[in-house]
């Protein structure tokens, strides 16, 4: 049996921490597709087809993975694409509680399975949030992001005193 997973988030921009649990994600299924929420209430720093670009530069490598973005319920894109599991990276119990809420909501409402991979101790104290503030005010990200995000943080900031 086929198993398709799906890895969503805003990745307002994808980061290391990010791409461990996809690359992990693609020896775990056989087929992962990153998916971004497109939100249309929340601008984010990258518009969506931005971070799409960003993601599928960075996932090249990995022959099974695929990158698309949804609007409205996970569930209905899962079912929409043939999708039966989500995986979500869990970088610390702060995690836990919003994400076991979210997975069990997803199973009730879509029959849909989440399971948790546990972030690499590397990247733990990693989020989009945090990289963009730092990025904000010319503070070192490099590292923390792929190359290629973290050139295009800096043009994004570039001659801005606080963004
Ligand atoms: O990277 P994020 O912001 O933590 O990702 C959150 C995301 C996009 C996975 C979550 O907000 C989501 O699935 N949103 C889609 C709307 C939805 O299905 N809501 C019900 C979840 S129980």
């Known amino acids: ?27 775990a299924f056989d ?11 929340k601008s984010g720093l990258f ?3 931005e971070r799409l670009e960003l993601i599928r530069a960075t996932t ?13 319920l996970l ?21 836990f509680e919003y994400e076991l809420q979210m997975a069990q909501m997803n199973q009730r409402i879509g029959d849909v399975e989440t399971v948790f991979m546990s972030t690499s101790p590397d990247w733990s104290y990693l989020s989009s949030s945090l990289v ?14 792929p190359d290629v995000v973290a050139e295009r943080l800096r043009q994004r900031f570039a001659g801005s ?3």
């Open 161 to 163: 005193d606080a963004g």
């Open 47 to 49: 518009p969506v087809p």
């Open 31 to 41: 087929r992962v597709v990153v998916a971004v929420l497109d939100n249309p209430n």
């Open 60 to 72: 090249a490598h990995l022959d099974n993975v695929e990158v698309a973005a949804f609007e409205g």
């Open 132 to 145: 963009k503030e730092v990025a904000k005010w010319g503070g070192r990200i490099d590292g923390t992001v």
């Open 75 to 95: 569930v209905d894109f899962c079912r929409a694409n043939d999708i039966s599991l989500i995986c979500k990276g869990l970088r610390a119990v702060s995690d």
């Open 1 to 27: 049996m086929s198993v398709s997973a799906v890895c969503p988030g805003s990745f307002d921009p994808i980061t290391n921490g990010h791409l461990d649990v996809v690359e992990r994600a693609s020896v």
